[in-house]
């Protein structure tokens, strides 16, 4: 699929919700860190669906566990209990090096602090996931070129992050992470360095670019500022889902 | 994948040339201090090493190495000499002697007294004068370093004398030798003369230079040397063995070198896997992005054994390079003359950089294998 196919400029009209198929389906998903006494539990059964055309936002207070939700979603942790069903197939049936595979296939990400490699030109930077699935490097660079021409960075793209404010860091980081297609985008926070504007641009890239036919997009936020951005918005507090259905929402709501 | 790691390695200059030289310089402290070792080692065979034209070793059982024998009588000499297998047997003196010069100046010096007919024992390399010339009345021929001791730079010229034991000495020739252990002057005359030179013993007789008949094994013939007269022979090696064990044994210098060679090896390892370690730990963050984004154990371990071997690689060359031109550029140091780099200690250098750089890596494998890819999430 191409990227510029998903360029709808869509301010909002707000899509038919129930016509957007399950992507990932969290069910009863608990997760516990440490042993023991300082065994603590943090997901305390989670079910939540995460659909497919839409931009999903993950809000909810401090250390009520999104980032670990996201983490065991993404493939990056294994839930204590539970499982999580990605496009159809059981992450309890993914384990080791195909949950790895797994992952450089399916699952773009992008991180708070963009996790650049700070040597490599932003060119290079994307083309990274392609080069792990194993294409030629200038095969790969000249896919990286054209998304990077798609998140405005055409100009930059033989500078080094350490040239980029961070809003563009960031957007070089969208473009790595869209660059391999993948099915899945979990974003965390992806906006918290950034100013409000460089927060804005980010977000409506995210939304114009990520959000295709059948790749679902989930973003964890605290911002505020960007909760119109979302298709629907799942809240969390202290490790459970709050009001998981019902929290659906449409952004001109 | 291998060109990222590259990247990754190569992207920070300074922390690349860091690590390189951490590496460079640990090489250079041990393939430095092994190759100065071997080269001590060396010297306190010179002797054995500079007669090259006598395959056999000859001298009394009870001597420790080359410097403390207890001198033979002449009937050993004929006794060697009616061996079945010896087809000839030759005199050779050596012993310390105090040589003056005309200021009053005297030096502690070698002397090496030849035999008179054969000159078997005499240098190889002359610098000056003629072999020939040795057979004139008080003719001695001593090493370069010795003449440079008592006579200073400036052109070699002959016909310098000394005076050993109150008898005078003729400089007919200079020459190039193995330098001794002791920086000593090296003074070859012939055996009569050296007789003379030295202070009165009744046996002066130090060892019998010997050599096999055509065709035979001068590890048999030493064997039927010592059944038959009772005395120690050795071939060639044997001997420069036998005086290189006897320091090994007897002293303190392969301890001192070997705790210099373990510090090199520690500093080095210190250096070298601490700047790779530290390399690896900064980079920790990237190779859990890398990781999240579905790069396998596998990957990473051979993209960090890439980095390790680039680094190790290219500091290995630059260490034993320097190395080399120390060497190079020391040779007309006399206390370090004649010392190489042997192909022997640039292998174990290498053996040890190998050693440091797997070890280096494994420490910061470690870090990377058990890193939770979910960290890239955390701030
Ligand atoms: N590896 C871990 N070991 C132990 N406890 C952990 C670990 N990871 C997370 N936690 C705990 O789990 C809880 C939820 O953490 P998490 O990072 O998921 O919260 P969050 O909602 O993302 O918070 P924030 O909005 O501050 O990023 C916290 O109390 C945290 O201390
Ligand atoms: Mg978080």
Redesign the pocket.
């Given at each position: 699929m191409m990227l510029q196919s998903a360029t709808i400029d869509t301010p909002a009209a707000a899509p038919v919700l129930s016509a957007n198929e399950i992507c990932v389906s969290c069910q009863s998903v608990v997760k516990e860190?440490?042993d023991g006494d300082s065994r603590?539990r943090?997901l305390h059964g989670i079910d939540a669906n995460i659909h497919g055309s839409e931009l999903t936002l993950l809000v909810?207070p401090?250390?009520?566990?999104?980032?670990?939700?996201i983490s065991i979603i993404a493939g990056l942790l294994y839930p204590t209990n539970g499982d999580v069903i990605l496009f159809g197939t059981p992450q309890s049936q993914l384990q080791g090096s195909r949950l790895v595979q797994f992952r450089a296939e399916n699952v773009g990400f992008v991180f708070q602090q963009y996790n650049l490699l700070p040597s490599l030109t932003a060119a290079e930077n994307v083309a990274i996931p392609l080069l792990i699935q194993g294409q030629s490097r200038p095969k790969a660079l000249l896919k990286a070129r054209e998304v990077l021409d798609a998140v405005g960075l055409g100009s930059r793209l033989n500078q080094l992050p350490s040239q980029l404010s961070g809003g563009q860091q960031q957007r070089v980081a969208i473009a790595r992470a869209l660059v391999h297609e993948p099915r899945l985008l979990v974003c965390d926070?992806p906006t918290a360095a950034l100013d409000g504007h460089s927060g804005q641009v980010v977000m409506d890239l995210l939304k114009r670019v990520a959000v295709q036919a059948g790749r679902a997009v989930i973003v964890?936020t605290?911002d505020s500022r960007v909760l119109t951005y979302g298709d629907r918005i799942l809240e969390m507090a202290d490790g459970r889902m709050a009001d998981a259905d019902s929290t659906q929402k449409s952004h001109n709501l | 994948m291998n060109w990222v790691a590259w990247k990754m390695l190569t992207g920070d200059r300074a922390k690349y040339l860091g690590t390189v030289f951490g590496v460079a310089f640990g090489v250079l402290l041990i393939s430095q201090q092994m190759a100065i070792f071997v080269g001590l080692m060396r010297r306190t065979a010179h002797a054995a090493i500079d007669v090259r034209d006598a395959s056999i070793w000859v001298m009394d059982p009870e001597g420790k190495n080359a410097d403390e024998v207890k001198p033979l009588s002449d009937s050993d000499l004929y006794r060697v000499r009616g061996v079945e297998g010896v087809d000839w047997a030759v005199r050779l003196y050596k012993s310390l002697a105090r040589a003056r010069i005309d200021n009053g100046e005297f030096r502690q010096s070698i002397l090496l007294g030849i035999d008179d007919h054969t000159l078997v024992g005499a240098p190889v390399r002359l610098v000056a004068g003629s072999l020939a010339d040795l057979r004139r009345p008080d003719a001695i021929i001593i090493d370069q370093p010795g003449y440079r001791l008592f006579w200073g730079t400036g052109p070699i010229e002959l016909g310098k004398t000394l005076e050993m034991n109150d008898h005078r000495a003729v400089v007919v020739g200079v020459c190039d030798t193995t330098p001794p252990f002791q920086t000593f002057p090296v003074i070859y005359t012939r055996y009569s003369q050296a007789l003379g030179f030295a202070p009165r013993e009744r046996n002066q007789l130090s060892f019998v230079l010997a050599h096999q008949k055509d065709g035979l094994d001068p590890q048999q013939v030493c064997q039927s040397i010592r059944s038959e007269t009772g005395l120690a022979a050795r071939t060639r090696p044997d001997m420069i063995w036998f005086v290189i064990k006897f320091y090994l044994e007897s002293t303190g210098i392969p301890v001192n070198f070997g705790i210099t060679i373990a510090l090199g090896f520690i500093v080095g390892t210190a250096i070298a896997g601490q700047t790779f370690y530290l390399f690896t730990l900064e980079n920790l963050k990237q190779f859990g992005a890398l990781k999240a984004m579905g790069v396998s154990n596998w990957r990473l371990v051979g993209m960090i054994l890439l980095q390790a071997t680039i680094v190790g690689c290219i500091g290995y060359g630059l260490g034993i390079g320097m190395t080399a031109v120390f060497f190079e550029s020391t040779q007309n140091v006399t206390a370090l003359m004649g010392f190489y780099l042997p192909w022997q200690v640039a292998g174990l250098a290498a053996g040890a950089v190998a050693l440091i750089i797997v070890l280096a890596s494994l420490i910061s494998l470690r870090k990377v294998l058990i890193l939770e890819p979910a960290v890239v999430f955390r701030g």
């Open positions: 860190f440490g603590i943090v909810g401090s250390g009520c566990g999104k980032t670990t939700l926070e964890v605290h | -």
